[in-house]
T-cell receptor, first 114, second 112 residues
């Protein structure tokens, strides 16, 4: 089954404690991206990656890091989380053969930073 | 920064009616346009994509694009209660611009 898998789905943490949200896709997609979704602000792109070792900033990259060492994985790293990073996070992937707007989304990871 | 604006909603229509969702975008060079549907508590799913001016039909859904007016819309004919969801307009830059910008979404409720 084609899917994008995120973990953890739910996480409560404290300010400053480093965390990683993993994302894995089994569709051999070149393009992967992270979004956060907040009430009244919609979906905002954090980082995206066109292929292994190729990443670029989206609209709200501050406080986040990413890496793309393998094609299937695109982890989101919060080195020192703060309460304003409390949000619902989505990972998405898509093939470059298609438009990069035709994305498959993971189920989401709800993060609370206290 | 590219902006994508959607009618704020919520939009409520009776079952069987046509629901009309609208979206405008600020970046004139945008090349690709998408509609995603997001049910409450779920992730977005792509329902329509359109790249050229005019209409594109897929079942009960019709996407309309007017690049000169920087406007894209989604019509849902014969609306069903199962269509009740938030609809997200997304705009891509095209070419070597791989950023995708979403609007804030319009909540649609279809009343039986």
């Amino acid at each position: 089954e084609a899917q994008v898998t995120q973990n953890p789905r739910y996480l409560i943490t404290v300010t400053g404690k480093k965390l990683t949200v993993t994302c894995s896709q089994n569709m051999n997609h070149e393009y992967m991206s992270w979004y956060r979704q907040d009430p009244g602000l919609g979906l905002r792109q954090i980082y995206y990656s066109m292929n292994v070792e190729v990443t670029d900033k989206g609209d709200v990259p501050e406080g986040y890091k990413v890496s793309r060492k393998e094609k299937r994985n695109f982890p989101l790293i919060l080195e020192s989380p703060s309460p304003n990073q409390t949000s619902l996070y989505f990972c998405a992937s898509g093939g470059l053969a298609l438009s990069t707007g035709e994305l498959f989304f993971g189920e989401g990871s709800r993060l609370t930073v206290l | 920064q590219k902006e994508v604006e959607q009618n704020s909603g919520p939009l409520s229509v009776p079952e069987g009616a046509i629901a009309s969702l609208n979206c405008t975008y600020s970046d004139r060079v945008s090349q690709s346009f998408f509609w995603y549907r997001q049910y409450s508590g779920k992730s977005p799913e792509l329902i329509m994509s359109i790249y050229s001016n005019g209409d594109k039909e897929d079942g009960r859904f019709t996407a309309q694009l007017n690049k000169a007016s920087q406007y894209v819309s989604l019509l849902i004919r014969d609306s069903q209660p199962s269509d009740s969801a938030t609809y997200l307009c997304a705009v891509g830059g095209g070419g070597s611009n791989y950023k995708l910008t979403f609007g804030k979404g319009t909540l649609l409720t279809v009343n039986p």
